[in-house]
């Protein structure tokens, strides 16, 4: 049989004037045999045989198979055949069978982590009422954790569970269970393997469980970058077909001591100091997000430093005007070899992308351009420009500009990066007696850097690491190509919704 299913004569779809469908096996989740009198729902709509069709085709089987709706949202159709002949008809329900069975790919066990206070709270009812009944129909058997505390999932993925037993693992919540999930894989997967975490140039062993995430945080950014849309059911059909796509990791570390896994933004200066002070008006809830952003945006703070990056294409990706800025320092490192590239200056923002983090408040994201796999992180530094231009390049985020298309905005896609905060090149500077600043200088920076409330631009920010804050800015970050795995296929092209959409009911 060919991976579609054509029933043309032998057995006859309920549509009102269509006698074939066509449905890549791939997409088929279930089928069953059903009764030929029973009224059966057909392209959502309910539908019931007449008394002469039911007689004359007397068996049927239903099929329920992806389909494509608005948005990137995939729904499960059913779709009854009808036959005039029972032995035709279990030969279908069993030939589809066998195809189903054939597809390897397909999980079976899966082990699902809930976290019920993500988002509105919402992820117990959400996988409930949307996700189970859906896996209980493509036959695949669950172990159900509700999350007790934060970290809950990670530990238990670190140590006690039997991963064996398991095709994949489903994360119910949203990024920061995620990221919860992620950790608690890829440290196992070192530790089975006697990876030292700690050591920054660690290559790391690929996890070979995939995860799944069902949409139930307050941004759902992995999911929406990965999928194209936060929708359950649609993440729950996308686990069941057993679509694969990998991800790269950024490994953060500082000093040769492991801090965090990044999968989706590292951001220091302008993200760093919205996260912290959104973390302090926790109470407001996510509008949170919006009054920190307005805050730190009128707040304009920039800080000193000195990046170093080795790339696989080095050099600005957009060039652009050249008002009120002006350039710093760019040089070639001879301490990090010829590969690497120092850039030292005053920025709003030092941001690692490594997908689009495209969201639905902005649909192109930071770095529309992101790959999610091919072992790099686009490496946006804002240099420090006036309010208004760090306004326009804002606002292009949510617009059809190009937010790249700045003279203070410039992009390099990297595989490993080093940032070193100007403080801490003072430290080295006050130890090596050969710093720049003369001794007033330094002591009135130190009075600062303990000092935050004395009203200057701070010293340094923090690094926001997927929505948690590290606890410290000098920081190593390596990109790990493809280290896990999804149940997606990134985003469709539009062109698929339309030819799918239209062919599931030729
Ligand atoms: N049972 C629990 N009690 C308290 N906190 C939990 C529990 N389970 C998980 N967490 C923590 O809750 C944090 C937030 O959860 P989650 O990411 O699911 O939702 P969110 O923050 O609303 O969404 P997003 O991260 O998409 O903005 C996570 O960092 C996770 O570690």
């Known amino acids: 049989m060919p991976d579609k299913i054509l029933?043309?004569?032998?057995?006859?779809?309920?549509?009102?004037?269509?006698?074939?469908?066509?449905?890549?096996?791939?997409e088929i989740i279930t089928v069953r045999e059903t009764e030929a009198d029973s009224r059966t729902k057909d392209n959502g709509r309910w539908q019931k045989m007449s008394q002469k069709a039911t007689e004359a085709y007397p068996y049927a089987f239903t099929v329920s198979c992806v389909k494509r709706a608005r948005q990137h949202h995939w729904r499960c159709n059913d779709v009854t055949f009808h036959c005039a002949d029972g032995t035709v008809c279990q030969q279908w329900v069993q030939t589809i069978r066998d195809q189903l069975s054939a597809l390897t790919r397909r999980p079976k066990h899966l082990l699902v982590y809930i976290n019920p206070y993500g988002g509105k709270?919402?992820?117990?009812?959400?996988?409930?009422?949307?996700?189970?009944?859906?896996?209980?129909?493509?036959?695949?058997?669950?172990?159900?954790?509700?999350?007790?505390?934060?970290?809950?999932?990670?530990?238990?993925?670190?140590?006690?569970?039997?991963?064996?037993?398991?095709d994949g693992v489903v994360c119910v919540g949203g990024d920061g269970m995620f990221s919860e999930i992620v950790h608690g894989l890829i440290s196992r997967t070192q530790r089975d393997s006697g990876v030292e975490q700690n050591h920054a140039e660690e290559k790391l062993v690929p996890c070979g469980i995939r995860i799944g995430i069902i949409p139930a945080g307050s941004t759902d950014c992995i999911c929406y970058a990965t999928v194209g849309i936060n929708d359950p059911v649609t993440s729950a059909l996308h686990i069941i077909v057993g679509d694969s796509q990998p991800l790269d990791v950024c490994s953060v570390h500082h000093n040769n001591t492991f801090l965090k896994y990044s999968v989706s933004l590292l951001g220091y200066g302008f993200y760093g100091d919205v996260l912290t002070d959104s973390e302090r008006k926790r109470w407001m809830g996510p509008v949170r997000y919006d009054f920190s952003g307005v805050k730190m945006f009128l707040t304009h703070n920039y800080y000193e430093g000195t990046v170093c990056s080795t790339c696989q294409h080095s050099g600005q990706l957009y060039s652009g005007d050249s008002q009120d800025f002006q350039m710093d320092d760019n040089i070639s490192s001879s301490e990090y070899g010829s590969d690497w590239r120092m850039i030292r200056g005053k920025f709003l923002a030092i941001n690692a992308a490594s997908m689009s983090c495209a969201c639905p408040r902005s649909p192109k994201g930071l770095s529309p351009a992101a790959h999610l796999a091919d072992g790099t992180t686009d490496l946006i530094i804002v240099r420090k420009c006036s309010r208004i231009n760090f306004l326009r390049h804002l606002l292009r985020h949510t617009s059809k500009d190009d937010q790249f298309d700045l003279s203070f905005v410039e992009?390099?896609?990297?595989?490993?990066?080093?940032?070193?905060?100007?403080?801490?090149?003072?430290?080295?500077?006050?130890?090596?007696?050969?710093?720049?600043?003369?001794?007033?200088?330094?002591?009135?920076?130190?009075?600062?850097?303990?000092?935050?409330?004395?009203?200057?631009?701070?010293?340094?920010?923090?690094?926001?690491?997927?929505?948690?804050?590290?606890?410290?800015a000098n920081i190593q970050v390596g990109v790990h190509c493809q280290l896990i795995q999804l149940f997606a296929r990134g985003i469709e092209e539009a062109s698929v919704f339309e030819d799918l959409g239209s062919h599931s009911a030729m």
């Open 121 to 166: 709270q919402q992820g117990k009812r959400i996988y409930e009422e949307k996700v189970a009944p859906l896996f209980s129909r493509a036959s695949i058997s669950t172990n159900v954790i509700v999350t007790e505390h934060a970290n809950h999932a990670r530990d238990h993925l670190k140590t006690d569970v039997d991963l064996k037993k398991y």
């Open 411 to 472: 992009v390099h896609r990297v595989r490993k990066f080093h940032f070193t905060p100007r403080y801490c090149e003072s430290d080295w500077d006050l130890r090596q007696g050969s710093g720049e600043a003369g001794p007033g200088k330094r002591l009135f920076r130190r009075i600062c850097r303990d000092h935050p409330a004395c009203g200057c631009t701070p010293a340094h920010s923090n690094w926001n690491c997927d929505g948690e804050i590290l606890p410290h």
């Open 7 to 26: 029933p043309r004569e032998s057995a006859q779809p309920r549509t009102k004037s269509s006698s074939s469908y066509c449905v890549p096996v791939s």
